[in-house]
């Protein structure tokens, strides 16, 4: 990968995870609001005949407001980065939701041995795909080396 496209991957860092942050922000949100029309509706509660106040519930609005930047800052994102290096982060949102909803949404369950499991084997994805992009900037590297024309690469 040349040099100024590995910066800018990099640099693109910091807005992934803000868009990351503001996806799982907003998703949390829009639980809290469901949530609030939920307990305001009683045992009469249906999503269709609800759906008014869930749409003008104030968290509902601050969630799809902080989702829909999210969706913004990620198009910043895909100018700058790779989509093969970027789209791997957003597993994160993942493991984010399953150790943030316990904390903040009363009466969700801490993670049972299978959320655990996936959260795991998500980060090992995560850090294998990040690893396998290593090493194939060290394959092209050795390549541009005097050892031949690196192959898909106009010269």
Not at 2 to 12: F, G, Q, T, V, Y
Not at 54 to 59: G, K, T
Not at 63 to 90: H, N, Q, T
Not at 124 to 139: D, F, H, N, T, Y
């Amino acid at each position: 990968m040349p040099e100024d496209k590995r910066s800018k991957n990099l640099k693109a860092i910091p807005l992934i995870i803000f868009s990351v942050s503001l996806m799982v922000t907003g998703q949390v949100l829009e639980k809290m609001g469901i949530r609030d029309v939920q307990e305001r509706a009683g045992d009469s509660f249906a999503f269709a005949t609800h759906i008014w106040l869930i749409v003008i519930n104030r968290y509902v609005l601050i969630g799809i407001v902080g989702y829909g930047i999210s969706a913004f800052v990620w198009l910043l994102v895909l100018s700058m980065a790779d989509l093969s290096f970027a789209y791997p982060f957003l597993a994160v949102s993942y493991v984010a939701i399953i150790i943030v909803s316990p904390l903040t949404l009363p009466g969700e369950r801490w993670p049972d041995f299978w959320k655990v499991l996936a959260i795991v084997l998500i980060i090992a994805g995560v850090l294998c795909m990040a690893q396998g992009e290593k090493a194939r900037e060290k394959r092209l590297r050795k390549l541009r080396c005097g050892q031949g024309p690196v192959p898909g690469e106009k010269e």
